[in-house]
């Protein structure tokens, strides 16, 4: 494990030209840097768009790789060979046996929950942050994670042989540590939440001159979730929809796909319209939505307690801009408690065939609770953002759904058992007409 | 749950004309039937490929959805409307790292552990089975199943609004069994093994009149298979393979991926070519294998004892097509052990960020295994088939990989650690020098 060393120079053929602070505008040079020396404001990517329309068409993209690097020329990496394991272009689906149930009219998920190659939105950011920190020459790459993000991570790092090292707080879920050290990084379980491992990663980046995706490459990183964008546009025919769902942790997600929705307009491969952002958190963790419910501008940070530990990010880094988002839009941001993110995995399982994780269940509940509220309109053409796999998370379901009914392999047997199942349904529907 | 009363119609664009024995070449109507009634063959669905040559091109299948009904009218179904879940399209993974690991110069990986919606290939096999299920006018449907195919029905089911009840083994991992009840079908666990499941099912076909996706809906169900071959071809530019390499279970998807080569052949989409056809199996069930290895060409079933529970079939109702396919392309059929299988996990892992079950496990091993013994040559374009995801089997690594290290959140402490893991590095290089 060495430190990066390497200058990053351009190709011709890169679109992006500048870190820019997202508060004073002051701009910074193409390195591994992502807090403004002046304001301590964070640094985002900042794109040449003549460059980009030139490049991009709706033909160009649809001839492209079926990943995200069909939108390269709109994503801060140099060469022309990026680390494409296939990632993105996860199915939009047509969810009308859940609009149904909740009384939309068009409902889609987009559905993260088999992105390529480790089940989640994050194969996304880490596929970008990955290919820009081999252009600026890091060997080894790290990151702070909640869980899919150290998958990601450490998966992709081993497809490109490059050196990993995650951190992760050590409580979290079997299925996401097993998902991380299958793929041989060095992991190391930290004794505290996400923020605190969050803190200890910037120490670490600061002495070790590591890769952290999510810290000194965070402005490469979080333009990988524009593609969440990107895709349901030309998904949908090359149109916007009038509505989208998101779960929000740090923020990032939300307000990128909001970016990439404006970018697509402004070079001119979709029409301009208003498109409605809402946010769903976990209540017990909720300082966005608390901070939206009490029309602040800033985010007090809270001490996470919930079952969706990947959206457990009790201090976050773009809260604000999420609020800024959802308000400017017209949209929401919702929070849900355990039992409803429960009842949303369920949900979702049952209507339309989707497996999620704690965060898309979230989603799910908050989605339901919107349009009880009145708050998403029966006409609005609504996507619903699936971030992550049910798999990942399966303890939090124990106890929450039935057995198996077990029978000996036995004609009669099986009998038995049928006739008893379809006793229990009646008395479940007497229950429910009583 | 009904029985199904429909009388099969066929639309004008069917390509599909009859139910043929494979063995006798009896022909019979397009129902729900598997068997033929003279010799007792399994029957396999026949089409008019001169109207599948009029039908399609490459340029129609490229502008088709994102999904294996972009090939439909090479598979077995009537409507225009299937159920379309975004099953299929899976990445083609150039595996480099791999294959200089193995010594090979042209490698991919097919990788259906992020197939939709339920990671597995039987999202292929199942959004076929049902869609015609729904045609027959079937509105309960089944399966006899290791796992995957019991996750795939019940979310597909469920998508679709059709009633579904599963049969399984009881002793199944934990991880199927969830991702199975999540979509709330009713679940028989049942005490015995596979073909003890296969038996019952087959009783409860003739008397409750249900569509069990790979028995009475066997010759559709099967034809999803052949997508993969489909895929493969136009993701490799419209070209075949020179060597593939898939597990055997039943030993059907083996035969369906020769089949779809044939069939791309046979209407010009892809130049004709040799394309050899290995197999693998899991030593502990592997009827297919030792009936290669002994030259014989009838299977003598066996009883599993294997961790890849998936491909554990005793008595494979494909065997002997299997076999055939294997000599008659100048392939192999191997087998692995358990040892063997979890090294082959974490080979696909380290190497290239993919984590399997302990199918793709056996896959894995048995390629290496063909590469050490000279049975793949080189200089090959080999194609390897991984068919279920490595977070269904999480049981099968405890005890086989590293544990985190854990530690505070503090400077000095992520010190110590990586200071002992790279000591513990150095001891393992030294033991792998003396």
Known sequence: ?????????????????????????????????????????????AYDYSAIQRQVSRASIQAGPNSIWRYRPFLPVAT???????????????????????????????????NMPTLSFKDRVVSVALTRARELGFTTVSCASTGNLANSTAAIAAHAGLDCCVFIPSDLEAGKVLGTLIYGPTVMAVQGNYDQVNRLCSEVANTHGWGFVNINLRPYYSEGSKTLGYEVAEQLGWELPDHVVAPLASGSLFTKI?????????????????????GAQAEGCSPIAQAFREGRDFISPVKPNTIAKSIAIGNPADGVYAVDVAKKTNGN???????????????????????????????IAVLKKLVEAGKINPDETTVVYITGNGLKTQEALQGCINEPLTIEPKLDSFERALERSRTLDRLEWQQVLV
């Open 258 to 278: 909001y970016k990439g929705f404006q970018e697509f307009v402004k070079v001119g491969l979709v029409d301009e319209k208003p498109v409605r952002f809402s």
């Open 1 to 45: 494990m060495t430190q990066a060393t390497h200058t990053p120079t351009l190709s011709t053929a890169a679109t992006f030209r500048a870190l820019k602070c997202k508060e004073c505008g002051e701009e910074y040079e193409l390195k591994a840097t992502h807090v403004c020396e002046f304001c301590f404001g964070p640094l985002e990517v």
């Open 80 to 114: 022309d060979n990026p680390i494409d394991v296939g990632t993105g272009m996860t199915p939009l689906v047509q969810a009308n046996r859940l609009a149904r149930r909740l009384g939309l009219k068009k409902l889609y998920i987009k559905n993260d929950a088999v």
């Open 333 to 363: 941001i919702e929070s849900v408690n355990d039992t409803e993110i429960i009842e949303g995995i369920k949900l979702l399982a049952e209507t339309e065939g989707i497996f999620t994780e704690t965060a898309g269940g979230t989603t």
